[in-house]
C-alpha cells in the first residue's frame, strides 16, 4: 500500500446511501393510486435541484424545506391535489426514511476496523438525528456533520469541507461514500477518496472525473477500506 | 408608471427561451424510434444538471462540452447505442435549433420600441453566433453575452452581472426574458426585473421567488415592455 492510499476515517452520504430516498414510495402510491413513484422519483429531483439553485444563488434555506417545497411542486408539476395532511404525512415519512437492508451490518463491520466515521449530509442536524436513530444506526458515527454549518449544498467546496475539518485528516485520506453519483463526482473533485455506491446501476456520469472505486452495496466498501486502513490501537 | 417600474433595456435566455430545444426530438426520433423524445427531455435536463454541478464545483467546461457530456449520458442511461456518426448528427442539429415561431415578430416589435437589447446564456460565442444567423435573427441584439467570458454558469452572480455590465444599467431597470422556471427565478433573485414565458405551462418554481411577469409566449413581453419604457430618440 503506498501511503498515498491509506485511509483514516470514512464519511458517508446519507440521503439516497444510508437512508433510501425512495422508501416513501409505498405511502405515496397509498396516496395517490397509480402516481406513487413518479412522485417520489420527481421529488426527489426537484429537492436536488432546489439544493443546486439556491447555492449557486446564495439562498440558502434548511433542507427540511426544500424537500417540502420539491414535494409541492412535484404534486403539482404531476396535477395532484396534494392536501395538508398528505404533505405531513409524505413529510413525516421522509424523517423516518428505511435504511437499506445491508447498511446496518455494514456499517458495524467498519467501525470494527478502528477506523473514525462521519455522515456528511445536506440533512439539517435535526433531520439527520432523527434519521439515524429511526434507522438503529446511533453510535456507530463519531461525526454528523450537516451543510447546515455553512449554509451551502454539496457540490460546494464548503460542504465537502466539514469532513477534513472534523476529522483533522485532509480529504485524500478519507473515504467518501455515496450512491449520487453527482455526489460522488464533486467529492472526488473535492479531493477525496471516494466510492459510489452505485445501487441502480447507472451510467457513470460524463463529468470526466471517476471515482476511486465502485460498487453496488455498502458491503462492498469494507474490503476495499480493510486493504487501506492502518490498524488502530484503543477502539 | 414609478420610475423603480422603467425598463430601459431587455435580456433574452437563448436556449428554451429564443430557441426550442426540443426540436431536435425529430431527428432523436428519427435515430432511435420510440425514444426520440425521452431522450430529448433527458439530454436537456442533464445538460444543465452539469452546468450547475460544474459552477457549484468551481470546474467550468463550455456549453458545447456538456451538452454532448449529456447527450452521451442519456444515450447510455436510456440503453441506446449511440454511435459517433449519430453524436455527430445530433450536435450539428443543436447547433441549429429552430426558433419558436412567434419569436422573429416579438423581437422586431421590441427592436421597433427603441430599447436595446442582448442575448444573455450559457452558450458559448460561437454557439450562439451560428444559433442566432441559422434563427434569421442577426442583427436585433446589441449584446450577445456569453457566461463563457466568467467560466460561471447561471444562476451564479456573476453571470447574471454581465446584463448590467453591458447595458451600464441597474439590473431593476433591465427586463430579463426566460422560458426556464430556474432562470426566471435565478434572474429575479439577482434583481432584474423578470418575465417568465411559461410555455409549457409548468407549476411555478417552489423558490420562494415570483417573476414580475409572466406569459405564455414572447409576444406577450411586447404590451408589458410598452407600458414601461421611455421612447429613446434616434434609434
Redesign the interface.
Known amino acids: 500500500m503506498k501511503p498515498s492510499e491509506r485511509i483514516r476515517a470514512v464519511a458517508f452520504d446519507a440521503y439516497g446511501t444510508l437512508f433510501d430516498v425512495y422508501s416513501v414510495g409505498a405511502l405515496a402510491e397509498q396516496l395517490f393510486p397509480g402516481k406513487g413513484e413518479a412522485l417520489t422519483a420527481l421529488w426527489r429531483l426537484?429537492q436536488i435541484?432546489?439544493s443546486?439553485?439556491?447555492?449557486?444563488?446564495?439562498?440558502y434555506?434548511p433542507f427540511l424545506e426544500i424537500t417540502e417545497?420539491?414535494l409541492?411542486?412535484s404534486a403539482?408539476?404531476l396535477g395532484l391535489a396534494l392536501n395538508d395532511a398528505q404533505r405531513r404525512q409524505l413529510m413525516n415519512q421522509y424523517a423516518c426514511l428505511s435504511p437499506f437492508p445491508e447498511n446496518l451490518g455494514a456499517l458495524k463491520a467498519l467501525r470494527a476496523l478502528g477506523l473514525p466515521m462521519a455522515v456528511l449530509s445536506n440533512g439539517t442536524p435535526q433531520m439527520l438525528d432523527v434519521a439515524i436513530k429511526s434507522a438503529g444506526m446511533s453510535g456507530l458515527f463519531d461525526h454528523v456533520l450537516s451543510v447546515d454549518a455553512v449554509r451551502q449544498y454539496?457540490?460546494?467546496?464548503a460542504a465537502y469541507q466539514l469532513g477534513p475539518d472534523a476529522f483533522g485528516v485532509p480529504a485524500k485520506e478519507i473515504l467518501f461514500v455515496s450512491s449520487n453519483g453527482?455526489d460522488a463526482?464533486?467529492a472526488t473533485?473535492?479531493g477525496y477518496t471516494t466510492f459510489w455506491i452505485n445501487r441502480a446501476q447507472?451510467?457513470m456520469?460524463?463529468?470526466?472525473?471517476t471515482p476511486t472505486a465502485v460498487g453496488q452495496r455498502l458491503t462492498d466498501i469494507v474490503e476495499f477500506v480493510q486493504a487501506r486502513c492502518a490498524p488502530a490501537a484503543g477502539r
Chains 1, 2 share one sequence.
Open positions: 426537484k435541484e432546489y443546486f439553485l439556491r447555492t449557486l444563488s446564495g439562498r434555506r417545497d420539491g409541492v411542486y403539482k408539476k454539496k457540490t460546494a467546496d453527482w463526482a464533486g473533485w473535492f447507472l451510467p456520469e460524463e463529468l470526466g472525473v
